[in-house]
């Protein structure tokens, strides 16, 4: 319930109270009674009236209350609706980032091995150059 409905309400409550009370003491007081009659009427009427309004007091707060309720269980719903909502993005992203990792991964270690096959090739070429560099050198001394 809005916070216009409970002032309405409210002021609904006030006015019907205070509407009764002012409507029952005009008519004891415009009544043909003795002073004794007279507050034992005012007494009599003013206890009937405030147990009527308690009455419809306690209506107005079960139903306020109840839907109060009512809104409070929707809402709990709702935010358990989003919070699993984000739980199951955030498990789709971290599967995506581990693929991802497990890809790069996997390609990094391709790489390693392609430069590490390359890197011995390019040892190999220049061991053999610098032997082949040293047999000429020794080929050209001896002549």
Same mark, same amino acid.
């Given at each position: 319930?809005?916070? $216009?409905?409970? #002032?309405?309400?409210?002021?609904?409550?006030?006015?019907?109270?205070?509407?009764?009370?002012?409507?029952?003491?005009?008519?004891? %007081?415009? &009544?043909? !009674?003795? +002073?004794? @009659? %007279?507050?034992?009427?005012?007494?009599?009427?003013?206890?009937?009236?405030?147990? !009527?309004?308690?009455? =419809? =007091?306690?209506?107005? @707060?079960?139903?306020?209350?109840?839907?109060?309720?009512?809104?409070?269980?929707?809402?709990? /719903?709702?935010?358990?609706?989003?919070? $699993? &909502?984000?739980?199951?993005?955030?498990? #789709?992203?971290?599967? !995506?980032?581990?693929?991802? %990792? /497990?890809?790069?991964?996997? !390609?990094?270690?391709?790489?390693?091995?392609?430069?590490?096959?390359?890197?011995?090739?390019?040892?190999?070429?220049?061991? /053999? +150059?610098?032997?082949?560099?040293?047999?000429? %050198?020794?080929? @050209? $001394? @001896?002549?």
């Amino acid at each position: 319930m809005s916070d $216009n409905q409970q #002032n309405y309400t409210k002021g609904f409550l006030m006015g019907a109270l205070v509407g009764s009370a002012v409507g029952a003491i005009t008519a004891l %007081l415009l &009544a043909p !009674k003795s +002073g004794k @009659e %007279l507050r034992q009427d005012i007494a009599t009427k003013t206890s009937d009236i405030y147990g !009527k309004a308690s009455d =419809y =007091y306690g209506i107005v @707060e079960d139903k306020v209350s109840g839907v109060v309720s009512a809104a409070a269980q929707d809402g709990k /719903a709702k935010a358990q609706q989003i919070i $699993n &909502a984000a739980k199951d993005q955030a498990s #789709n992203i971290i599967g !995506k980032a581990e693929d991802i %990792l /497990a890809g790069a991964k996997y !390609k990094v270690g391709e790489t390693k091995s392609d430069i590490s096959s390359k890197y011995g090739n390019v040892k190999d070429a220049a061991k /053999a +150059g610098i032997d082949t560099f040293k047999t000429e %050198l020794k080929r @050209e $001394n @001896e002549e």
